[in-house]
């Protein structure tokens, strides 16, 4: 779970430079009135950004259209006198709320036609499954004259492509698990046809433990000389409760060139904010925790308090992990933190549940009950209830105990319940992958 | 954490018969290049509909264009044109990349000019903190001539509101901490001011233990008569991992009617559906279990396996949990099972740790360790690795005590770890909620 910090005044996420790339344009539209409620949003425009990006079209606008066959009329129309592709998604389904066949025959003036073919491919489809097509599927057969077919090997809706004035219409449907294979074969086997190569090309840098400002008055220095160079890479840097992203954009004429900035943009970074970076490859944290503890052969296991489980469930989270899990106890309780960890009830009357010498004592206790190399004690004030003017709500410490070493900590964290939790968690986890790598040294 | 179905071509989230409502319409633009990038959504227009659609506007059409003068200005230029009311956000900000204002001034021609006034309150903003405000701010004080201003709280671009024959345009700054409270005093203090109150409202109810199909058998037949009722009530049903919502829209003349009219549909559904209706206030279920606990005067406690802490945490997430929940452990090995919550080795050996029996000793040990009157065990395999032939990943046993009673389950989850684990955490307080709630009669 994270919390975006919406700097949506942020800086651009494509370089304004003197880029060779993209070269082309991009409009994406999503059909359908549910995507016009509260409820739901259009996801599937950031897969097809991410694959139209790598070859070389920028996207320009996204559109959100209802059920409304005039008004995505009128949208088709604008779109193919714009940009040199429009993909559109949605609206491909049997009922008479799809609208998206209908609208492309109006836009372009282009006679619907049933397809035979089609409608057999549906009906085997039915069949195979024991049952018989319902008629109103033979409206998935409904082919824009001139149109050609996009193969959909997970539903009934085929997806279409039509060209008007050399501009390509790509029609897919809503649903991500039949629209994603779709969209890679199209842009594999069309789309990157017509491209030079060049392209748009990103990584992403996972940091934690340091502040957003910290971080950034660190790497602008860097990457702004990025933004001019051979292989322009704009970068942006977005700040998520508990962590901080670096997002690395390079425009580049092919991948092998992009590849290469990239690399030694990534390495140059991470060299100036050493250890505070903890993945360039995507891998979650508790992922990354648990590679070092696999690699070290070291067990682990956990007595949290205010994370209430969390830690636990995130370390639990990775496949595998009880290789090196070997257990864990929420003590909400101070009952519990006695009879289950040891820790002494004095000690908690003399300092408190949330102190730290009780998370020295969870960790140790843990640790020593269950044999394991590693202990983690965490404790503290999830809020919103509990705060006092000395440990205000989301005061946490956290002790971690690696053989003989020990680190523990007092934080402060803002934000609510989940969020402190989620930090708590956080925190903990990379207190351990930094005494990891100490001890490496 | 939920897995959308994404059934995007599912029904409309609109009336599409007899209603009076909504009888206006609008159009939501987000401005901003990062929000065309593969990383981030616009997540703004989800709050703006729901506002909105409250006091009539009906949303026509989203779009999200990037820090493109011209291209908004193409856009600002076409919408007014379209719908009677423009909701823009995002480009507020004082970087060169904020492009916003100066395509507002451009699109209706309307010279900027630097308000005096608000040049010194963001000064004065900044001097609280004890800070120069940095000359780039001056540009957050350019407003086109004739708008008029919309305040900000909680940040420094103030909002503006300009009306191009009769059709209010308003631009909003980007953050959501920042756009929100300003969204909420604008529909109030000006917009519903216009509405004769007649608008589009909604409730969400919460199932879970049956099938989105079999709950669409019983549902169907009831809510497809509201929508040509004296209030057109359009009903959505979206399955989400672990649960079903069913999204009701009322097309009504005023708060009062369609609140009427809800509380009527809500009641139908809820005697058809029985108690597999967990939610309609927007409570989680385990806001829903920790209330009847508190109720009663329960206690629980909890030894997880294959959920790893997070039944814990999901339980511990809801303020106040502590009052109810005792403790909890994640018994990761056989050994932590054997030691820390008394399941005989024996009984392990003979049946495997994932059987009903191990399950049920999970859930006694535990409630008898913590002397808590509830207890709850869970043990399966969470994948991918793990799986037999006999037992398939996915497979979990859940036992579910409470006094003297007890209830035991094998389930079958498809899906990742991930998925597998919410759906064991989602299933076994279900099951705790039902007895519960029997217990009652």
């Known amino acids: 779970m994270v919390w975006a910090a919406f700097d949506a005044d942020g800086p651009p996420g494509a370089p304004s430079s003197g880029a060779v790339v993209p070269d082309r344009t991009a409009c994406v539209i999503a059909v359908g009135s549910e995507l016009l409620t509260p409820f739901r949003l259009d996801t599937n425009s950031l897969a097809i950004t991410e694959r139209l990006n790598a070859i070389g079209y920028d996207i320009r606008l996204k559109l959100v259209v209802g059920d409304d066959v005039e008004e995505l009329t009128r949208v088709l129309t604008d779109a193919v006198r714009m940009v040199d592709l429009v993909m559109c998604t949605g609206g491909l389904g049997p009922t008479e709320d799809d609208i998206t066949r209908e609208a492309v025959s109006r836009a372009f003036d282009l006679p619907l036609e049933v397809d035979e073919a089609i409608v057999e491919r549906i009906r085997s489809r039915f069949a195979r499954r024991g049952m018989r097509m319902p008629e109103i599927n033979r409206r998935q057969a409904m082919v824009p004259r001139g149109a050609s077919l996009v193969e959909n090997a997970n539903g009934t809706a085929p997806g279409l492509w039509i060209e008007r004035g050399g501009v390509p219409v790509v029609l897919l449907p809503g649903p991500p698990r039949e629209m994603t294979p779709m969209l890679e074969g199209i842009v594999r086997d069309r789309l990157a046809a017509g491209s030079s190569g060049a392209g748009l090309f990103r990584r992403v840098m996972k940091i934690t433990g340091r502040t957003e400002s910290d971080i950034d008055a660190t790497a602008q220095p860097i990457y702004g000389r990025w933004a001019m160079g051979d292989v322009p890479i704009a970068t942006t840097i977005l700040a998520i409760m508990g962590q901080i992203e670096l997002h690395l954009t390079?425009?580049?004429?092919?991948?092998?060139?992009?590849?290469?900035?990239?690399?030694?943009?990534?390495?140059?970074?991470?060299?100036?904010?050493?250890?505070?970076?903890?993945?360039?490859?995507?891998?979650?944290l508790e992922a990354v925790v648990g590679?070092?503890?696999?690699?070290?052969?070291?067990?682990?296991?956990?007595a949290?308090?205010?994370?209430?489980?969390?830690?636990?469930?995130?370390?639990?989270?990775?496949?595998?992990?009880?290789d090196y899990v070997e257990r864990g106890v929420v003590c909400y309780s101070n009952q519990a933190k006695t009879e289950w960890v040891d820790v002494p009830a004095a000690l908690?009357?003399?300092?408190?549940?949330?102190?730290?010498?009780?998370?020295?004592?969870?960790?140790?206790?843990?640790?020593s009950r269950a044999r394991t190399e590693v202990g983690i004690g965490v404790t503290g004030i999830a809020g919103p209830g509990g705060g006092?003017?000395?440990?205000?709500?989301?005061?946490?410490v956290i002790a971690v105990v690696v053989g003989n070493q020990a680190n523990v900590r007092t934080l402060n964290f803002v934000g609510g319940r989940e969020q402190v939790k989620y930090q708590s968690a956080q925190a903990a986890m990379n207190m351990l992958r930094l005494m990891l790598l100490a001890g490496e040294r």
Chains 1, 2 share one sequence.
């Open 250 to 284: 390079a425009s580049a004429r092919n991948r092998a060139e992009a590849d290469a900035a990239l690399e030694a943009a990534v390495e140059e970074l991470r060299s100036a904010l050493g250890a505070a970076v903890y993945s360039v490859d995507g891998r979650p």
């Open 304 to 322: 949290e308090s205010c994370t209430g489980g969390l830690l636990m469930s995130r370390l639990t989270d990775v496949p595998g992990s009880s």
């Open 348 to 367: 908690i009357d003399a300092h408190g549940a949330v102190s730290e010498p009780v998370a020295r004592a969870l960790a140790d206790g843990i640790r």
């Open 388 to 396: 006092t003017p000395d440990k205000p709500v989301g005061t946490v």
């Open 291 to 302: 590679d070092l503890l696999r690699s070290r052969g070291l067990r682990i296991a956990v």
